[in-house]
């Protein structure tokens, strides 16, 4: 069965402290793994979608790569408004289309 | 361009009632799914469509659940008989179909309460 785990379940950061977030995954063969933001009361907001082992995408403060077992969310400089939960999911190649989640980090950046 | 929408944005009934939610995809987005979201927890998936079809509705929890898109646009998801244990976020997400580059954008989700 295909398997998302982040991690840490929650994060407090200072404004300008970088850190990254985990997100470990099981699936019987990678077709994509996506990375969303979720803001309060709103539905998931797409951020990136690797492909392969290797893969790294940037946009501002925020940079995803990917291995073999897990992609790492990295936030560099962090402001308050990065503040948010992020959900890593998963999509296998034989799994349709469907995304399988992990349920998330929770970010928050204080000034 | 416009996103994808839901309504009703919140929806407040009582156990045993029947309710619909409704979701409106990006133009041109032939795929359609549909997740639930408990509190604390990532979305879940219930059903995707391709075009007209469900190509997989292996996430419909039982079959007081069931959705449809008649016109390959407009879906609706159906719940008979509600239970307090339906309580939860139905999101919709669209995406232009298959292929890689199948990225899947979601509305603002429609909050179901159970009474």
């Known amino acids: 069965e295909d398997q998302v785990t982040q991690s840490p379940e929650a994060l407090r950061l200072q404004e300008g402290e970088s850190s990254s977030l985990n997100c470990s995954y099981t699936?019987?063969?990678?077709?994509?793994l996506f990375w969303y933001r979720q803001d309060p009361g709103k539905g998931p907001e797409f951020l990136f979608t690797l492909y392969s082992a290797g893969e790294e995408k940037e946009k501002e403060r925020l940079k995803a790569t990917l291995t073999k077992k897990e992609s790492f969310l990295h936030i560099t400089a962090p402001k308050p408004e990065d503040s948010a939960t992020y959900l890593c999911a998963v999509q296998a190649i034989l799994g349709f289309q469907k995304l399988v989640f992990g349920t998330g980090t929770r970010l928050l950046v204080s000034p | 361009g416009a996103g994808v929408s839901q309504t009703p944005s919140n929806k407040v009934t009582e156990k045993g009632k029947y309710v619909e939610l409704r979701c409106d995809p990006i133009?041109?987005?032939?795929?359609l799914y549909w997740y639930r979201q408990s509190l604390g927890q990532g979305p879940e998936f219930l059903i995707y469509f391709q075009g007209t079809g469900a190509a997989d509705d292996s996430g419909l929890p039982n079959d007081r659940f069931f959705a449809v898109r008649p016109e390959g646009s407009v879906s609706t998801l159906k719940i008979q008989r509600t239970e307090r244990g339906d309580s939860a976020v139905y999101l919709c997400a669209s995406s232009l179909g298959r292929g890689s580059y199948n990225e899947q954008f979601f509305g603002p989700g429609t909050r179901l309460t159970v009474l």
């Open positions: 699936v019987s063969g990678l077709r994509g």
């Open positions: 133009s041109g987005h032939t795929a």
